[in-house]
């Protein structure tokens, strides 16, 4: 309702219209859409039946039917909602629930296909330390120190690197449990 | 009782009086509990009741604060009168009385704050629920989690063809939306720009209808900012102000203001219709001859005028290469003669305008005269015309002129059949007419009539549509909030005693309706009961005096009937006498009830016990008069 254009719309009560497409085609219609989005070697073409149909309506509601597939998926609408815009658009009961259906089925491939579009900051995947002992510099006789060193590997291939004493470490240490409680409490709400 | 006791003494918990956590009952409370419970109640109901909870050793600060106490309880609106033995010699009903009371000013604090707070509990609720499923799940190492792979957001531009049934030919050679795109990664988030679009144009439709260009764009941008997080988000804030502003936002919408643009998250290859007038395109600078050339319109003007600052400022940057040269006479030249041509090409440009318009004018005046000219025409054509049938008839009848006679027979003739003529002719038409116009009547009534129909149907129709759209809107928003509701309702803890409360209140209030029901009845009872009485009294008196008639009138005679008449009298005293002390006896059965009723209700009271205290603290006090007499002596 408020996440669709006015093109959308206009799309979508072309779509539900059963003169411009008939009930029993829609089925594999909106199939059809949900699978472009979401694998497009496997969709193939669009099915043969509908050339017969004029093509900019059949266009404009492919369109239409596709801006609401994405944005229903995007906003996690439920069901009662997603038949409350299809009754808007006056679309018959078999249509409404055969998209719904249809819907559903696809709806968990569509959320993970929308995740994955973004910016995401590099992850830590792996992490390689070694401990090294000080014995003595040019510059001083006798040092005698413990020092960390530690390679984050992220999930992009890179590597960084930093050494640090042991409180610092302890630090860096405390900062992540700190993160995690933090994640706990606002989980528990 | 014992509810009652458990509301009042839940509430004290509640307000933080630390006594009342093991006690069941009201009288288990003592002097000191009741007024340290009395007093946080007050505070609480008028913060500005400055008093320590904490009862003074001395007896007459207790006496004065049980006055200050009383005085206050009157204040916040109880009725009845107290004073300060209220509080200090308490009575168990006295002080539950006085409790319930309190306890029922208490403010509520709970309903207010929860609206407020509902937008941001449903958002934590939310990200909590989604929290808690990610928490739950196990972690795997990176190279057994499936391919997640990152798409950046790139767009093409898609078009979409817009169906009209006229033009049927062309659409065919629009593709499909995925098939304008090159790269498939790019599908899902065109199709998002393109919604996104649509909306923002619509928003800034709706907004405002000026036609300039630059406040269409500020509404849009507006829309978009709405939709973006705002600047005072510092990243150091903690959560719950993230929250807060999110859920507040629609509460403070600021300003937009073109940096916000460059915050957009999304970034578009193709140059969108905002971008497009903000990126303007570089003028080329036309060389000063041509610009002299151009006619006058006002648009040039412009251009030129805008340009010559510009070419200024270039001739004056060669002019100050030229300084380093040395060559400082002809930088003043150059810029009189620049000026000079600048005002010599301004005052050309005036006259032309002013020649302008003098033309239009003169263009104008003769257009309205070639109009006049014509109208003048078109008359003397009519005038023409006029003269010519004249002269026409005029030769006529110069022609018949010399057979005079024989033409005016005929022409009388003609005339006459003519006139005969026009009378059929007129016959006809009329019987034609008079049908034709009933026809006529009867088509409009009968249009006029549908035409009402159609407008009352269709006003109908328009109210029925948007009871339709009301009612669904309605049944939109219970459902909404009866999913709020209820999840609410399951998050928050279940109080069981309110349950069990109302159950017995409801049990309460049947129980008392059969007690109503039964003391009618009595009420019925007693009252047939009086009537029977009556009925027999009455029937006493008049047996005793018809017996007495009867037997008065034999008695003079027999003496034996003298006899049973004193008999009679004898029996009739006797029985009066019985009856009047049954009804002794029952009024003193029924205030001895009384009584015992009274001594009840003073037991309760406490009235020994108090006395008791009263004397002692009459006591104390006198003391402590007289401690204080002696120190005023001394001093």
């Not at chain 1, 569509?110 to 510099?137: E, S």
């Not at chain 2, 406040?215 to 959560?239: A, G």
């Not at chain 2, 200024?312 to 150059?334: F, L, N, P, S």
């Amino acid at each position: 309702m408020d996440f669709l254009s006015q093109q959308s719309l206009s799309g979508l009560r072309l779509c539900g219209d059963s003169s411009v497409i008939p009930d029993k085609l829609f089925d594999r219609y909106v199939e059809h859409i949900c699978k472009v989005i979401t694998d497009p070697e496997k969709a193939g073409q669009v099915p043969d039946n509908f050339t017969s149909l004029s093509s900019s309506a059949l266009k404009q509601s492919h369109a239409a039917l596709s801006a609401l597939v994405v944005e229903s998926a995007k906003h996690d609408v439920d069901d009662d909602q997603l038949g409350m815009i299809l009754d808007e658009c006056n679309f018959s009961t078999t249509k409404r629930e055969s998209f719904i259906a249809t819907f559903n089925h696809f709806k968990q491939d569509l959320r993970n296909h929308l995740f994955n579009i973004g910016v995401q900051p590099p992850h830590i995947v792996d992490i390689g330390w070694r401990l090294d002992y000080n014995v003595k510099t040019n510059h001083t006789h006798k040092v005698n120190e413990l020092r960390y060193t530690v390679s984050l590997k992220q999930n992009n291939g890179e590597m960084t690197d930093f050494t640090c004493t042991r409180e610092e470490l302890q630090d860096l240490v405390g900062k992540l449990k700190e993160a995690a409680k933090a994640v706990e409490r606002a989980s528990q709400v | 009782m014992e509810e009652v006791d458990q509301i009042i003494l839940h509430s004290f918990l509640n307000i933080g009086c630390e006594f009342a956590e093991g006690l069941k009952s009201l009288k288990q409370l003592t002097t000191e509990d009741v007024i340290e419970a009395s007093v946080k109640c007050i505070r609480t109901i008028n913060p500005d009741f400055k008093m320590s909870h904490i009862m003074p050793p001395g007896m007459s600060a207790r006496f004065r604060v049980g006055s200050a106490i009383a005085q206050a309880c009157q204040n916040v609106g109880y009725r009845d009168s107290i004073g300060y033995e209220t509080f200090l010699y308490s009575s168990e009903s006295d002080i539950r009385k006085i409790f319930m009371f309190l306890v029922e000013k208490l403010p509520r604090k709970e309903g207010v704050k929860e609206d407020e707070v509902e937008a941001t509990s449903v958002l934590k609720r939310r990200i909590g629920q989604v929290l808690r499923e990610q928490c739950g799940t196990l972690w795997m190492p990176a190279y057994c989690k499936e391919d997640q792979k990152s798409v950046q957001f790139i767009t093409e531009n898609v078009h979409v063809p817009a169906f009209s049934k006229k033009n049927k030919i062309d659409a065919d050679k629009t593709l499909f939306i995925y098939e304008q795109i090159s790269h498939h990664d790019r599908l899902v988030p065109s199709i998002l720009e393109l919604n996104a679009n649509g909306l923002a144009q619509s928003s800034a439709v709706l907004i405002q209808k000026e036609v300039s260009g630059k406040k269409v764009l500020k509404e849009s941008f507006q829309w978009k900012q709405r939709c973006l997080v705002p600047d005072d988000l510092s990243l150091s804030s903690s959560f719950d102000e993230v929250i807060q502003v999110v859920s507040g936002q629609s509460k403070q919408s600021k300003q937009s203001r073109f940096a916000h643009a460059k915050k957009l998250q999304f970034t578009s290859t193709e140059p969108t219709f905002q971008n497009v007038s903000a990126v303007r395109p570089s003028v080329p600078k036309k060389p000063k001859h041509l610009s002299r050339e151009r006619t006058n319109d006002n648009a040039t003007k412009l251009e030129s005028s805008t340009l010559l600052p510009e070419e200024m400022a270039t001739t004056r940057e060669i002019v100050e290469e030229q300084v380093e040269d040395g060559k400082e006479i002809t930088v003043e030249t150059e810029e009189e003669r620049f000026e000079r041509e600048e005002n010599e090409l301004k005052e050309v440009i005036s006259q032309a305008d002013q020649q302008q318009e003098s033309n239009r004018d003169e263009i104008r005046n003769v257009e309205a005269k070639i109009k006049q000219m014509k109208l003048e025409i078109g008359e003397l054509d009519s005038t023409i015309d006029e003269e010519k049938q004249q002269i026409n008839l005029k030769e006529k009848t110069v022609h018949l002129l010399p057979n005079a006679e024989e033409n005016i027979e005929k022409l009388k003739a003609l005339v006459e059949k003519n006139s005969q003529r026009l009378i059929g002719l007129g016959k006809l038409w009329e019987e034609r007419r008079v049908p034709l116009i009933e026809e006529i009547r009867e088509l409009k009534q009968r249009g006029s009539a549908s035409q009402v129909d159609t407008e009352s149907k269709l006003e109908e129709i328009k109210t029925l549509r948007k009871r339709m759209k009301e009612a669904s809107e309605e049944t939109k928003k219970k459902e909404q909030l009866m999913k709020q509701l209820t999840t609410e309702l399951e998050s928050m803890k279940r109080d069981v005693s309110r349950q069990s409360y109302t159950k017995r209140i409801l049990e309460i209030v049947s129980s008392i309706h059969k007690q109503q029901l039964q003391i009618q009845r009595v009420i019925a009872d007693t009252r047939a009961v009086q009537k029977q009485i009556n009925q027999m009294r009455g029937r006493i008196d008049r047996t005793f005096t018809a017996a007495d008639e009867i037997i008065f009138k034999d008695a003079k005679k027999d003496v034996n009937v003298k006899q049973a008449y004193k008999y009679l009298v004898s029996l009739h005293d006797n029985c009066n006498a019985l009856i009047q002390t049954v009804e002794a006896t029952g009024a003193i059965m029924r205030e001895i009830r009384d009584l015992e009723d009274q001594i009840n209700a003073e037991t309760k009271k406490n009235a020994e016990e108090n006395l008791a205290k009263i004397m002692k603290d009459f006591k104390e006090m006198k003391k402590e008069n007289a401690i204080l007499m002696k120190q005023l002596k001394e001093r």
